[in-house]
């Protein structure tokens, strides 16, 4: 009967979820949890790398709205401000405006990248203890 709630456990598990909560849940003891995390840990690893790739892309969809937007603001204050005089006090306050834009369009790609090159490394990590695995079996 344990044995059919290994499944829900990698997947509570894979989620972030303690162990204590996680044996509350499934009416199942810290100690059985513990063994079963040793033994199904590459499964785990799994099951948190799409948990985290179903993440990042629903990240990368609202990041990817604030990078449309931020850019068409950008286009919008460039255009205004090549209407203007730059003698005028406004312009100046466009050119703020226009700087803290590009900031935050900056920041914004550069943690698209960085969230990416981090899935990527944990990808790589999950192949690598897997190839480490078939290796093992091989001897």
């Known amino acids: 009967m344990k044995a059919e709630l290994k499944p829900e456990f990698v997947e509570l598990r894979a989620t ?9 849940r499934l009416s199942v003891s810290k100690t059985t949890l513990i063994a079963w ?11 948190r790398f799409l ?3 179903s993440v990042l892309e629903a990240y990368k969809a609202c990041k990817a709205e604030r990078v449309k937007f ?3 603001m950008y286009e919008r204050l460039t255009e205004e401000l090549s209407k203007r005089d730059l003698s005028e006090v406004e312009p100046v306050k466009l050119l703020e405006m226009l700087a803290k834009v ?10 698209v990248n960085l969230t990416i090159s981090q899935g ?6 999950i192949n690598k203890r897997e190839s480490n695995v078939w290796n093992e079996n091989e001897i």
Not at 16 to 24: D, R
Not at 37 to 47: D, F
Not at 120 to 125: D, P, R, S, V
Request: no cysteine.
């Open 16 to 24: 972030g979820l303690s162990l204590a909560k996680i044996a509350e």
């Open 37 to 47: 995390e040793r033994e199904l840990s590459n499964e785990i690893a799994e099951a």
């Open 51 to 53: 948990e985290m790739q």
């Open 70 to 72: 931020l850019g068409k």
């Open 102 to 111: 590009e900031a935050r369009l900056e920041t914004e790609l550069s943690k």
């Open 120 to 125: 990527l490394q944990t990808y790589e990590a």
